[in-house]
């Protein structure tokens, strides 16, 4: 039987790197565990990449908006967070409005800074 590899981290590129690492640090509190040329990882395995390092390993340059990828946070406190964001006038761009489903989690969907689309959902209530 052959034994699954284990996924490490996941990486997202990013327009500024600074102005990235005070988002994630702010809105969600990742910290810093290491910063490499161009390379950023935060704790819970999120790897900040400066656009201009990608583009220059793929050849090619990234297209912010393009849904293809989402972060999914878990958090009790989905509305304070969106308080956050609007009260600090942190640069997102709204995609879902804060929206109570009917199994009653409450989620709200987000751009960050540089175009990665960000979900965020209170926590599923099993009876």
């Known amino acids: 039987m052959v034994q699954a590899m284990k996924l490490k981290n996941i990486l997202i590129v990013v327009n500024d790197i600074q102005e990235s690492i005070c988002f994630y640090k702010e809105i969600f509190g990742l910290d810093i565990i290491t910063k490499q040329e161009g390379n950023v990882i935060l704790t819970e395995g999120l790897v900040l990449q400066d656009a201009k390092v990608w583009a220059d390993v793929i050849e090619k340059s990234t297209t912010p908006?393009?849904?293809?990828?989402?972060?999914?946070?878990?958090?009790?406190?989905?509305?304070?967070?969106?308080?956050?964001?609007?009260?600090?006038n942190i640069l997102v761009e709204f995609k879902t409005e804060l929206t109570e489903l009917a199994s009653g989690q409450k989620m709200v969907r987000f751009y960050d800074p540089?175009?990665?689309l960000i979900e965020v959902r209170t926590p599923v209530k099993y009876s």
Do not use: A, P, Q
């Open 114 to 116: 540089s175009g990665n």
């Open 65 to 88: 908006y393009n849904n293809m990828t989402e972060l999914y946070f878990e958090d009790n406190d989905v509305e304070g967070l969106v308080d956050k964001l609007i009260s600090r």
